[in-house]
């Protein structure tokens, strides 16, 4: 991903995630991604250790594509460790044109079928890993955010000067 910012590199898991990584790869090949931004800043207090960077389509009509199944970490194996990157979404099945980068390890994450209550019990589809420039993604994260800018549990957490994806190639 070339960024304002700095380039960042993935490696997708393909043989552990395939629909998912095959989703992703589909908005790169498409070029849906060229021209989108990193929106999102997801900090907690005190630990500048920790956090999520969300970018993506951020729902535009013309780049998204149908919703890709969810493939949960309890059936990939993966965890949402520092660098990983994994779909947003609403529900389970949901997820299409976003995705975020992790900051430390926020586990909280990955799905946990033995939850108890009625949360979401099936977590977020990791599907690769930042395997170069965690500095470019650090960069975004201390980016300053609106106080009112988001809604709902998102308020206070937009970028007030969205990162630019130039590019996303294979």
Known sequence: LATSEGTIILALEVERAPATSANFLKYVDQKRFDGTSFYRALRFPDR????????????????????VVHEPTSKTGLTHDDGAISMARGAPGSADGDFFLIIGNLSSLDANPAQEGDGDKEGYAVFGHVVGGMDVVRRILEGPVSATEGEGPMKGQMLENPVRILSALR
């Open 48 to 67: 500048d250790d920790l956090g999520l960077l969300q970018g993506g389509t951020r729902g535009d009509p013309k780049r998204v594509l149908p919703p």
